[in-house]
């Protein structure tokens, strides 16, 4: 059985808010175009040992890029609240690796009790 850790509320907290501010950047990127800034479209040549290619691209729209931009930074914010928690100082060094794969996976744990 794999270990229980009691994990402080606002460090919890700041995982869940993580994991939401990840699938909003997921959304936003899956809908903007593939480049930020307005570029014609390419392939590659016919020789290259991969093909590829992109179509045209608008660039992204000034609203779209400061949403991208503020959760980004909210992001980067999160990550390094979670990172640097005074409650991985509570661990043995051993212990942080599992510590901190089971905080990224609280949510689930927690929808599985539930719907138990």
């Not at 995982?15 to 699938?23: K, Y």
């Not at 390094?80 to 005074?86: A, F, Q």
């Amino acid at each position: 059985m794999a270990a229980s850790y009691d994990f402080p509320q606002d460090l919890t907290d700041a995982q869940d808010e993580l994991r939401q501010v990840r699938a909003e950047l997921q959304t936003l990127y899956q809908r903007v175009p593939w480049s930020v800034e307005p570029l014609d479209a390419w392939e590659t040549h016919e020789n290259a040992w991969r093909q590829a290619s992109r179509p045209a691209s608008p660039g992204w729209d000034p609203q779209d890029a400061a949403e991208i931009a503020r959760l980004r930074k909210r992001e980067l914010g999160l990550a390094g609240s979670i990172v640097t928690h005074t409650y991985w100082s509570e661990l043995a060094p051993a212990d942080v690796l599992a510590a901190r794969t089971a905080l990224k996976h609280h949510h689930e744990q927690q929808m599985a009790d539930a719907s138990s």
